[in-house]
């Protein structure tokens, strides 16, 4: 005849469903799982105990949930250790400028506003500048001999020759009437550390998470 403990899970330190105990555990570790296979071993039915087969797979399971904690654990270091990293890299950035795709620029006084555009092919990009009432300011034209990437910079002067107020700028760029890709180099003005990770604080552009930055210049 089987005898069978009377409350294994209590034994086990395990709140059963509906329990009235404060603090409930939900997963097994490597240690319940030990001691759930031996209050098996020590209940199991004498006239049919656990064979080979059996006890093989036991420990098995067993081995595994060891190399998931052990796994679990090292995973828990090495995200550590990569957040610290990250988090000094950014520190070291604050004061240079992050490229991120956006149409949006912010002229400083006596400053300029430096971009990429991306070539779809040989031929002029041209480059388009609007102030805040939608007006067009300044017109360029960036030379590319063939697809790729193609830096730019709009020094602040006006298509009259002036100086641009300080402020924010739209820019647009196209190639043979159609959109291109375009980044915006903006300031990264200080580092935040939030529940996404480190995120840069960008001059007219905001919050942006690394993957967001297409390049740092």
């Known amino acids: 005849m089987s005898v069978t403990s009377t409350d294994i899970w209590s034994q086990l330190g395990i709140s059963r469903a509906g329990s009235n105990t404060a603090e409930r555990r939900t997963e097994l570790g490597q240690d319940d799982f030990l001691r759930l296979m031996t209050e098996q071993l020590k209940n199991q039915d004498p006239l049919k105990p656990m064979g080979n087969t059996e006890m093989i797979g036991q420990m098995a399971q067993f081995s595994t949930v060891k190399g998931i904690e052990t796994l679990n654990s090292n995973m828990t270091g090495v995200a550590y250790m990569l957040g610290e990293s990250q988090a000094l890299q950014a520190a ?110 960008l001059l007219g552009f905001g919050p942006a998470t690394f993957d967001l930055i297409t390049r740092v210049g």
């Open 92 to 201: 070291s950035m604050v004061g240079r400028s992050a490229y991120v795709s956006t149409d949006t620029a912010v002229l400083e006084q006596d400053g300029s506003v430096k971009g990429s555009v991306t070539a779809s092919g040989a031929g002029a990009v041209n480059v388009e500048v609007r102030d805040h009432a939608g007006r067009v300011v300044r017109t360029m034209t960036v030379a590319a001999s063939s697809a790729g990437s193609m830096d730019f910079e709009w020094d602040g002067i006006t298509q009259s020759g002036g100086g641009a107020e300080p402020g924010t700028y739209t820019i647009k760029a196209t190639q043979g009437g159609k959109a291109v890709d375009l980044q915006i180099a903006s300031r990264i003005e200080s580092v935040s550390y939030t529940s996404q990770g480190t995120v840069l604080n």
